[in-house]
Each structure stands twice: as C-alpha cells, then as structure tokens.
C-alpha cells in the first residue's frame, strides 16, 4: 500500500490501458475503487474501509484532485463512490463522468450524500448510478460495493 487515504491510497494493479492503435480491448476492471469526498475522516474511513475488504483505493478530495491523480491510477477503475456536493460548485455526478471520460467506458457508481430530496436520486438514476443516503450504514455499503464490483448491479 502506499500513501495515505488524503493523498491518495493505492495499491497492486497494472497501468490503466485504452484501445490502441492495433484495437487493443481496454483492461477488465479491477479491484480499484476511486473515492472523491470533500469531508478528510469520510475519505480515510471509506479507504480503511474498503481496504480491508480486499479493494484498492484511490481518493480525492475534490475534482481538481481527481484530475490530478486519474492519470496515475493503478488500474482500470471498478467503481466510483462519490459524495454529492463537492467543493467549488463540484458535484459526485461530474466525478463519476469525469472518470467515465478517462476511462473510456461505463464505470459503476455510487453517490453519497445527506440529501434526501428526490431530485437526487433522479440525478443518480439518470447517469446510471446507485445512491446512499449519509449516514451510510457499513453493511449495506458493503452490499453495494461488493454487487456493484461484481458487475451485478
């Protein structure tokens, strides 16, 4: 393992491959799990979270961070969790895109917020994406991570 969940936790994996010129297919999905909060305990408690659950981690604490450190991701992204309301303005919605756009390809997500209007889940259900209501509970979380990591969700 190497960094920290505010600077970012990573491990094991391969580099993050597109189609190249030759049609290459793209890297199954690992076990990496991108984690973008605003709120340092949330990241390090999801990381240390998911980490014991078997899942590598890469966080960030705003979108300009996960900017910063998609390039250097281990691996192919299996999941996106992501709080709603995001520093600047920032929303979970545009860090699922924005790592849909690295990739290349649909990644699983999940959103988090304290938000209980229904304009939220819409906006989940319109990218795609599963939504947890904070406080999140930690076995249903584990449900979702483990289902939508399987590919099952």
């Known amino acids: ?3 920290d969940a505010g600077n970012g936790s990573v491990d094991g994996g391969g580099a993050l491959r597109r189609e190249d010129d030759d049609g290459e297919a793209p890297a199954e999905a690992s076990r990496l799990v991108i984690v973008v909060d605003d709120d340092r305990s949330i990241v390090e408690g999801l990381a240390l979270l998911l980490e014991a659950w078997g899942y ?3 966080t960030a604490l705003s979108l300009n961070e996960l900017a910063q450190r998609l390039p250097q991701a281990p691996g192919r992204p299996g999941l996106v969790l992501a709080d709603h309301f995001l520093p600047a303005g920032g929303t979970g919605a545009q860090a699922v895109e924005m790592v849909r756009a690295h990739v290349g390809a649909p ?3 999940l959103i988090l917020t304290g938000d209980t209007m229904p304009e939220r889940q819409a906006e989940a259900a319109a990218l795609g994406c599963r939504l947890l209501h904070k406080p999140v ?7 979702m991570v483990d289902t939508l990591m ?3 969700g």
């Open 107 to 109: 990644v699983p997500a």
């Open 56 to 58: 590598d981690v890469l």
């Open 1 to 3: 393992m190497t960094g």
């Open 150 to 152: 399987s590919g099952a």
């Open 137 to 143: 509970q930690i076995g249903p979380l584990k449900d």
